[in-house]
T-cell receptor
Framework: AQTVTQSQPEMSVQEAETVTLSCTYD???????LFWYKQPPSRQMILVIR??????QNATENRFSVNFQKAAKSFSLKISDSQLGDAAMYFC?????????????FGTGTLLAVQP | EPEVTQTPSHQVTQMGQEVILRCVPI?????FYWYRQILGQKVEFLVS????????KSEIFDDQFSVERPDGSNFTLKIRSTKLEDSAMYFC????????????FGSGTQLSVL
């Protein structure tokens, strides 16, 4: 079964600095999708960025980028120029492509604090 | 921008009572999901629904749980006899297909069982 691991329960970053959140996953599939979701105190789940496993190029969305290492099964999120509004719980998630299941499997989350 | 709508935002019930959580997925989406999150813990999959039937369910989704799409727009989760441990945030989500766009989540229903 697929699993997602986030080894950093909490992280802290200074405003305007850069922070990297780690995620590893385990799967025997070759095609899949990876996502980062943000959950602010309102508890809304907000999609931050996504990556298709067949693409070697790392996804980028404004200040958010990923480092996708398929062989290492690693999918880290880099937040540049951190802002106070980035403070939230961040979840890494995995989704099969074309398999028997299309559910999202979440990691345990990393709580990011942004210091002014 | 289209969004997934959940009602109510908060639900308080007594142990043993039945509750129905309601969701309106995005209109052109075909796959529907329920997840739950106990405070401070990970987001857990409960069930997925496609073509008017359950396509997958987790071990959490036992006989006390059921889902229904009673009309063309609503998607409901029913808990027949609530337990204290059912207290959690319940998220409804939908997706257009098995694609790269991920799931779109509603803002959740906080269920408190007393």
């Amino acid at each position: 079964a697929q699993t997602v691991t986030q080894s950093q329960p909490e992280m802290s970053v200074q405003e305007a600095e850069t922070v990297t959140l780690s995620c590893t996953y385990d799967t025997s599939e070759s095609d899949y999708y990876l996502f980062w979701y943000k959950q602010p105190p309102s508890r809304q789940m907000i999609l931050v960025i996504r990556q298709e496993a067949y693409k070697q190029q790392n996804a980028t969305e404004n200040r958010f980028s990923v480092n996708f290492q398929k062989a290492a099964k690693s999918f880290s999120l880099k937040i540049s120029d951190s802002q106070l509004g980035d403070a939230a719980m961040y979840f890494c998630a995995y989704r099969d492509y074309g398999g028997a299941t299309n559910k999202l499997i979440f990691g345990t989350g990393t709580l990011l604090a942004v210091q002014p | 921008e289209p969004e997934v709508t959940q009602t109510p935002s908060h639900q308080v019930t007594q142990m043993g009572q039945e509750v129905i959580l309601r969701c309106v997925p995005i209109s052109n989406h075909l796959y529907f999901y329920w997840y739950r999150q106990i405070l401070g813990q990970k987001v857990e999959f409960l069930v997925s629904f496609y073509n008017n039937e359950i396509s997958e369910k987790s071990e959490i989704f036992d006989d006390q749980f059921s889902v229904e799409r009673p009309d063309g727009s609503n998607f409901t989760l029913k808990i027949r006899s609530t337990k204290l441990e059912d207290s959690a945030m319940y998220f409804c989500a939908s997706s257009e297909a098995r694609d790269k766009n991920g799931l779109f989540f509603g803002s959740g229903t906080q269920l408190s069982v007393l």
